[in-house]
C-alpha cells in the first residue's frame, strides 16, 4: 500500500500579480505529523486551501490519499478533515448543537450521530461544556470545538491551519496535547504554524515556508544541521547604534546579523571567541550590551540563516 498521504506537485497560485505560491512539492507520509511553518504570508493558508479544493491551483496538482484535488476534489474532501484559521461556528448554538449540525452536514444521523458527537467532545474536552451556548465560549473553546467539527466523519487525513492563533496558554496546550493523541490513533495531520515550539513538539517533519517557496525541508535534526555548529547570540543594546552592527558584521566568525524590535541576533562559529570582539567594539561606540543569551542552532536560527530574517510572532 502505498505509504504516501499527501503529494504536492510544483504547486503554483497567483492571484493577478501576486504569486501566493510558487512551486511548492513536498509529501506526507501516512501516520505523521508534517508541519508548514513560516511567518504570516508565507503562503501556507494558500496552499492548503488547495489542497482542502477551496482553491484551484494556478499551475501544478496535488493528490490526497491518491486522489488528485484538481481532477477529483469531491473524493478529497470526503477523505479529509479541514480545521480553518478562522471559526466556522454558530454562536447562538451550544456546542453539541454544533457538532451536531456539522456531523449531519456529513451524512451522520441518529445513534451514529449522537455516539461520535460524544466520541469528539470526550477528545476536545468538552463533554461537561457541551450544553453551553458558544457566545459564552471563551476563543481556545471556540477552537477546539472548530477541531473537533474536522473530525466528526473520522477523516483519515486532517489538517489544520494555525489551530493555536490568539488563545490562552491552557487552550493552546490543549491543542496540542490532543494534535500529539490524534497522531497516536494513525491519523496523518497536516500542521501550518509561525510558531516555531509548536513545530518543534509536533513534528516528524517540517517544511519551512518563505514568500511562497519551500526554503528547508526535512526533519527537526536534519534542518538544524543546516547551520552546522554555528552558536546563535541574542544580544540587548543600551541603545540602537547602526554602525556598530555594520563593524560587528566585520568580525572574523560572524556569519550573520539582524535586528529587530530591540534584539540583535548573531549567528557566530564560536560565541566563546566572538563575543570578546563585540564587547570591545560596542566600548568606543558608547554603547553598553544589556543582556547576552546564546544559544543552541534550533528552527529560528534555520530561518534566519536561510532568509536573513528572524521568524518571529
Given at each position: 500500500?502505498n505509504?504516501?498521504?499527501?503529494?504536492?506537485n510544483?504547486?503554483h497560485?497567483?492571484?493577478?500579480?501576486?504569486?501566493?505560491?510558487?512551486?511548492?512539492?513536498?509529501?506526507?507520509?501516512?501516520?505523521?505529523?508534517?508541519?508548514?511553518?513560516?511567518?504570516?504570508?508565507a503562503?501556507?493558508?494558500?496552499?492548503?486551501?488547495?489542497?482542502?479544493?477551496?482553491?484551484?491551483p494556478?499551475?501544478?496538482?496535488?493528490?490526497?490519499?491518491?486522489?488528485?484535488?484538481?481532477?477529483?476534489?469531491?473524493?478529497?474532501?470526503?477523505?479529509?478533515?479541514?480545521v480553518?484559521?478562522?471559526?466556522?461556528?454558530?454562536?447562538?448554538?451550544?456546542?453539541?448543537?454544533n457538532?451536531?449540525?456539522?456531523?449531519?452536514?456529513?451524512?451522520?444521523?441518529?445513534?451514529?450521530?449522537?455516539?461520535?458527537?460524544?466520541?469528539?467532545?470526550?477528545?476536545?474536552?468538552?463533554?461537561?461544556?457541551?450544553?453551553?451556548?458558544?457566545?459564552?465560549?471563551?476563543?481556545?473553546?471556540?477552537?477546539?470545538?472548530?477541531?473537533?467539527?474536522?473530525?466528526?466523519?473520522?477523516?483519515?487525513?486532517?489538517?489544520?491551519?494555525?489551530p493555536?492563533?490568539?488563545?490562552?496558554?491552557?487552550?493552546?496546550?490543549?491543542?496540542?496535547?490532543?494534535?500529539?493523541d490524534?497522531?497516536?490513533?494513525g491519523?496523518?495531520?497536516?500542521?501550518?504554524?509561525?510558531?516555531?515550539?509548536?513545530?518543534?513538539?509536533?513534528?516528524?517533519?517540517?517544511?519551512?515556508?518563505?514568500q511562497?517557496?519551500?526554503?528547508?525541508?526535512?526533519?527537526?535534526?536534519?534542518?538544524?544541521?543546516?547551520?552546522?555548529?554555528?552558536?546563535?547570540?541574542?544580544?540587548r543594546?543600551?541603545?540602537?547604534?547602526?554602525?556598530?552592527?555594520?563593524?560587528?558584521?566585520?568580525?572574523?566568525?560572524?556569519?550573520?546579523?539582524?535586528?529587530?524590535?530591540?534584539?540583535?541576533?548573531?549567528?557566530?562559529d564560536?560565541?566563546?571567541?566572538?563575543?570578546?570582539?563585540?564587547?570591545?567594539?560596542?566600548?568606543?561606540?558608547?554603547?553598553?550590551?544589556?543582556?547576552?543569551d546564546?544559544?543552541?542552532?534550533?528552527?529560528?536560527?534555520?530561518?534566519?540563516?536561510?532568509?536573513?530574517?528572524?521568524?518571529?510572532?
Amino acid at each position: 500500500m502505498n505509504d504516501i498521504a499527501i503529494q504536492v506537485n510544483k504547486l503554483h497560485k497567483d492571484f493577478g500579480e501576486v504569486y501566493a505560491v510558487k512551486g511548492v512539492s513536498f509529501a506526507v507520509r501516512r501516520g505523521e505529523v508534517f508541519s508548514l511553518l513560516g511567518p504570516n504570508g508565507a503562503g501556507k493558508s494558500t496552499t492548503i486551501s488547495m489542497l482542502a479544493c477551496l482553491l484551484r491551483p494556478t499551475e501544478g496538482d496535488a493528490t490526497v490519499l491518491g486522489h488528485s484535488v484538481t481532477a477529483q476534489p469531491h473524493q478529497v474532501k470526503a477523505r479529509l478533515g479541514v480545521v480553518p484559521q478562522e471559526i466556522a461556528l454558530y454562536d447562538d448554538l451550544s456546542a453539541r448543537e454544533n457538532l451536531e449540525f456539522w456531523g449531519k452536514m456529513y451524512g451522520l444521523r441518529g445513534a451514529a450521530l449522537a455516539g461520535r458527537v460524544d466520541e469528539v467532545l470526550n477528545l476536545i474536552g468538552l463533554t461537561d461544556r457541551q450544553k453551553g451556548r458558544l457566545e459564552k465560549f471563551s476563543g481556545g473553546m471556540k477552537r477546539r470545538i472548530n477541531i473537533g467539527v474536522a473530525l466528526l466523519h473520522k477523516p483519515d487525513v486532517v489538517i489544520m491551519d494555525e489551530p493555536t492563533v490568539g488563545i490562552d496558554p491552557q487552550s493552546r496546550r490543549h491543542i496540542l496535547d490532543g494534535v500529539r493523541d490524534l497522531n497516536r490513533q494513525g491519523t496523518t495531520v497536516l500542521y501550518t504554524t509561525h510558531y516555531m515550539e509548536e513545530a518543534q513538539e509536533l513534528s516528524d517533519h517540517i517544511a519551512i515556508m518563505d514568500q511562497g517557496e519551500i526554503i528547508g525541508l526535512g526533519t527537526h535534526a536534519e534542518l538544524v544541521q543546516i547551520v552546522g555548529e554555528q552558536d546563535r547570540i541574542d544580544l540587548r543594546l543600551s541603545e540602537a547604534n547602526e554602525p556598530l552592527l555594520d563593524r560587528w558584521r566585520e568580525v572574523p566568525g560572524v556569519s550573520q546579523i539582524t535586528a529587530e524590535d530591540g534584539l540583535i541576533t548573531l549567528l557566530a562559529d564560536d560565541s566563546n571567541l566572538v563575543l570578546p570582539h563585540l564587547f570591545e567594539l560596542a566600548a568606543p561606540a558608547g554603547v553598553r550590551i544589556t543582556s547576552v543569551d546564546i544559544q543552541e542552532p534550533n528552527l529560528e536560527t534555520v530561518f534566519l540563516h536561510l532568509t536573513g530574517r528572524a521568524l518571529r510572532d
